[in-house]
């Protein structure tokens, strides 16, 4: 059900993903973190989002995960080690089918990956799944359709159009940006639970255009889209060099300007039903006890005890994250390998 990743990880693509930090990319969630959480960020590509994250949870830990095998996660440890985080641990990892136990992280972060999914809705389950209750699941994604530029140019033109029938093609939706509430409420999160909220990034300086000009001239000559592009008839060889002399005109133009809009969701993941299940527990107890015991005193000295295990827990499973990096191998392979389950 992994649909196939349209930009692949050429260095052109991985030099306009570098740029990305948790302040351009996820404003929209900066309010809502502290800093002893555990965050884990889905599908962190060259991981520049994910170790901006991480200096903000000085006392916490993020831990980012990747499908792609090839030299990315390599270079998000090398990135993180260069920044000198280092409370971060990355793990091959697919959030269509996570290796995490339930309800093992304070924030669970995506950032343009569902757009590449066959099955956002899935991998937004398995996202509040691994979600603590009480804990929060993020996820921004591009509008494709709804991106904008002056000067016009048909060769950009051009690009805009094959771009949304590669995407397509790969089993994602380029216009994931308006979708995002609907997918939220399809995942089963509540109307209530669920702030849905849309943001832009926006080139105008010289230096921005000149960057995003150039990483498109080249990317549309030699990433995956350009193969993809190709292979599906969807553009020939010449109209992949317009579409890059299209990049290249318009880069050089004084009155440049992209607007790039992105639809933004933050899930909260209820307790209530948590709440209600302690509480259950807490009656049946003072009924077990009888009214000469503090079931008060008891049912304080168990959530101390909870607190405890949900610290150990977090402390195991960071180990077990690092476990995998040293061994090169998949958080799943290492569960598999000690015998864990995800009710473990
Ligand atoms: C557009 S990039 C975004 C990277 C990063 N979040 C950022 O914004 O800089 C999408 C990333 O999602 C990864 N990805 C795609 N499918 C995935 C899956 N099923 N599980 C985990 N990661 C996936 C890709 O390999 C790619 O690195």
Not at 157 to 163: P, V
Not at 165 to 174: F, I, T
Not at 191 to 209: F, G, L, M, R, V
Request: proline share 3%; net charge negative; with cysteine.
């Amino acid at each position: 059900m992994t649909a196939q990743y349209t930009h692949g990880h050429h260095d052109s693509v991985l030099r306009s993903h570098s740029w990305r930090t948790a302040q351009n990319s996820c404003a929209y969630l900066l309010s809502s973190l502290t800093p002893t959480m555990h965050i884990l960020d889905v599908g962190c590509g060259p991981g520049t989002i994910t170790a901006s994250l991480a200096r903000l949870v000085p006392l916490g830990h993020v831990t980012g995960i990747e499908l792609s095998a090839s030299d990315v996660l390599q270079n998000a440890r090398a990135h993180a080690a260069a920044q000198g985080v280092a409370n971060i641990t990355y793990a091959l990892d697919d959030v269509l089918a996570l290796s995490f136990p339930d309800a093992s992280f304070d924030v669970v972060h995506a950032h343009q990956v569902l757009q590449h999914l066959s099955d956002p809705i899935l991998a937004l389950k398995e996202m509040l799944r691994v979600a603590k209750p009480g804990g929060i699941v993020a996820a921004r994604n591009t509008d494709f359709a709804a991106m904008t530029w002056f000067p016009e140019s048909e060769g950009i033109s051009l690009w805009h159009k094959t771009h949304q029938q590669v995407v397509r093609s790969n089993g994602g939706e380029p216009d994931a940006g308006r979708r995002m509430l609907s997918w939220a409420l399809a995942a089963g999160v509540p109307k209530a639970q669920i702030t849905a909220t849309a943001s832009a990034w926006c080139y105008s300086t010289p230096a921005e255009i000149a960057w995003w000009a150039s990483t498109w001239e080249e990317r549309v000559l030699s990433s995956e889209f350009a193969t993809s592009a190709l292979e599906r008839g969807f553009a020939t060889q010449a109209d992949l060099a317009a579409m890059s002399q299209g990049w290249k005109t318009w880069g050089a133009q004084p009155d440049a300007w992209f607007g790039h809009l992105h639809g933004e969701i933050v899930c909260r993941k209820k307790q209530e039903a948590r709440v209600a299940a302690l509480q259950a527990e807490v009656e049946s107890l003072e009924k077990e006890l009888g009214t000469h015991e503090d079931a008060e005193a008891i049912v304080k000295k168990h959530i101390k005890l909870l607190h405890r295990y949900n610290e150990a827990k977090d402390a195991a499973q960071i180990l077990i994250g690092r476990l995998a990096t040293l061994k090169e191998t998949t958080v799943k392979q290492i569960h598999d390998e000690l015998d864990l389950r995800h009710s473990d």
